[in-house]
């Protein structure tokens, strides 16, 4: 996966990729997210990513989603622990444009107060449709409860009582701290001229003021709270559970291992605990695994639901593959493993918003020399690190288990 990065005079990290398409998507990526949220102002990085989009001084009110949509573009954004971004994909001849406007949006918003006070009802509305679903319920309690006392464990949407407080002042201290050239990263990837690029970033974001460097919320140490176990009824139909447990960050050499892992457990229906649990002991209804990583830490999590039956018996199954995996791992798995894992990268990198996703991700919370990396320990994989990486992480006095259950059933 060939591409160019260079830093321009200001400190800003500009990536380019050539790709034959008729279309460019550019992504521009800013080092902020929840984990440098006060927790009084929790879910900021969020309103501020809704904000941007309400007007800025050369698009006022809805002119920019127009303007994007006369050039036939989209454009959106999202926010993590880690980061926001704003993403434009929109047809080549067009690319000098969407550099502008990206560049426009986080310069020059004008936060109207009118549009601030109509935001926070949408955005409490997200919380609210967030807490009404199970499913998303379930992930938010996990991280709550893996991540407790770290700002990683504080919601990306922010709570009812920090989203009401939010002033235009709170906002532009956000950008002032946060959206600056030292803190962003720019990426595109497309049919065009990597010179005139690189050229018409450095244009576009050449009169970006200079800030601080960003402060975060961060202790130099986190320590987790083990081996926990909530349960919670709510009005559903059938069981959602899940067992999480902190683990590598990114930036880990363990973090590759860690990917094997969640694929050779619970990754399509090939996996162990698919076979195991839905296929053969008929446990549960779905089950998958999710490895998220971040930049100062992991979450592997466990997801199953069912309709009926006893989330203790599916805990022990699970735990009963765990060990197995630590056991014996065959040839055959290790590659089914290996190849999931290359197509999955290879999906990603042969589309422009992809590539300009992978790409700017994993710049601005580590390298996107990372990406070379993969490939690199894709083919090197043996099964003994990967069974040492789980006996490592995969504790019980390390996991937290999450159920949801119908009302009347505790």
Known sequence: MDYTKKILPSGMRV????????????????????????????????????????????????????????????????TSLDTTNFYLVLPGEEWEAGIR??????????????????????????????????????????????????????????????????????????????????????????????????????????????????WTVQSSQWRFKLGKFYQEAKDVQRFYGAIGFPCASLKSEDFYALRFASVLLGE????????????????????????????????????????????????EAIWKEIELLTNSLSKEELERARNLLKSSLYQVAETTLGSSELLGRLDVIDTADRVLHYFMYLEGMQAEKIQEVITKYFKPEQATHIVISPEGTI
């Open 15 to 78: 990536i380019f990729r050539k790709m034959e398409s008729p279309l460019v998507a550019l992504n521009l990526w800013a080092k902020v997210g929840t984990k440098d949220e006060r927790p009084e102002k929790n879910g900021i990085s969020h309103f501020f990513e809704h904000m941007v989009f309400k007007g800025t001084q050369s698009f006022p009110q809805n002119t920019l989603a127009r303007k994007v949509q006369a050039l036939g573009g989209s454009i959106n954004a999202g």
């Open 268 to 315: 399509g229906l090939g996996s162990r605990l698919n076979i195991s649990l839905r296929e053969e002991k008929q446990l549960v209804d779905a089950i998958h695994t999710s490895y998220s990583y971040y930049e100062r830490a992991g979450l592997f999590g466990i997801f199953y639901s069912f309709l009926k039956g006893d989330p203790l018996q599916v805990q």
């Open 101 to 214: 406007i990206l560049a426009e949006l986080v310069t020059n918003p004008l936060f109207e107060a009118e549009d601030i006070e109509k935001e926070k009802l949408v955005v409490l509305q997200e919380i609210n449709i967030d807490e009404d679903n199970p499913e998303e319920r379930l992930i938010h309690l996990l991280y709550q409860e893996v991540f407790a006392e770290t700002p990683y464990g504080m919601p990306i949407l922010g709570k009812e009582e920090t989203v009401k407080t939010f002033t235009r002042e709170d906002l532009l201290e956000h950008k002032r701290r946060y959206y600056h050239p030292l803190n962003l990263s720019f990426v595109g990837v497309g049919n065009i001229e990597e010179d005139e690029f690189f050229y018409q970033v450095e244009k576009a974001f050449s009169e970006t003021p200079f800030s601080e460097i960003p």
